[in-house]
């Protein structure tokens, strides 16, 4: 399995990202994709995930309410969006995947960088 995440850059407060993460290497049926951040100096971040069969989406409560996770099934991709930036979601992003009865993510992809400029 092969995740690649694009769509990070430099962003200024108030405005919104877009990250894509190709999946590849495997049909995703009965899948769980993520996507988590890691900000300098803190842990890992879970933001939120979708289901692929149905896209049922659970979020963080941080993010709730400006995280919108989505998939698009013909192109394999998943993707994030996120509004009312701040600094504070300044971070690396990541997507990653798992099957269903697995308790942890299995596959990870290589991290998008995205800075909030204030």
């Given amino acids: 399995v092969q995740l690649q995440a694009s769509g990070g850059g430099l962003v200024q407060a108030g405005g919104s990202l877009r990250l894509s993460c190709a999946a590849s290497g495997r049909t995703f049926t009965n899948w769980i994709m993520g996507w988590f951040r890691q900000a300098p100096g803190k842990e890992r971040e879970f933001i939120g995930s979708i289901t692929w069969n149905l ?46 009865a697995a308790r942890s ?12 400029s204030s």
């Fill in 105 to 116: 993510y299995m596959y990870w992809g290589q991290g998008t960088q995205v800075t909030v």
């Fill in 55 to 100: 896209g049922t989406t659970v979020y963080a409560d941080s993010v709730k309410g400006r995280a919108t996770i989505s998939r698009d099934k013909a192109k394999n991709t998943v993707y994030l969006h996120m509004n009312r930036l701040t600094p504070e979601d300044t971070a690396i992003y990541y997507c990653a995947s798992r099957s269903s």
